[in-house]
């Protein structure tokens, strides 16, 4: 099975929605713990990163491709 390649700033879909309906997620902090921000309502969870590696769906905004497109 591949890893999923994620990064600071990348806005993930996880396999669960928010309480508060919103699905989308900004990773806001990296280590052995991952801070996500929910888009939705703001709030913000502390995840160990095996969890979240085993909850995230997919990739749906890349930081870098954010970051390569201003450039221009």
């Known amino acids: 099975m591949e890893r999923k390649v994620f990064g600071l700033g990348?806005?993930?879909?996880?396999k669960k929605p928010h309480p508060c309906g919103a699905?989308?997620?900004?990773?806001?902090?990296m280590g052995?713990?991952?801070r996500?921000?929910?888009?939705?309502c703001q709030h913000s969870v502390l995840v160990?990163?095996?969890?979240?590696e085993k909850n995230l769906k997919k990739v749906l905004v890349s930081?870098?491709?954010?970051e390569d497109s201003t450039d221009l």
């Open 63 to 66: 930081a870098a491709s954010k």
């Open 10 to 14: 990348d806005i993930v879909q996880m």
């Open 48 to 52: 160990p990163r095996a969890k979240f």
């Open 36 to 40: 996500i921000k929910c888009t939705g």
């Open 32 to 34: 052995m713990d991952i």
């Open 23 to 29: 699905n989308e997620m900004e990773i806001i902090r």
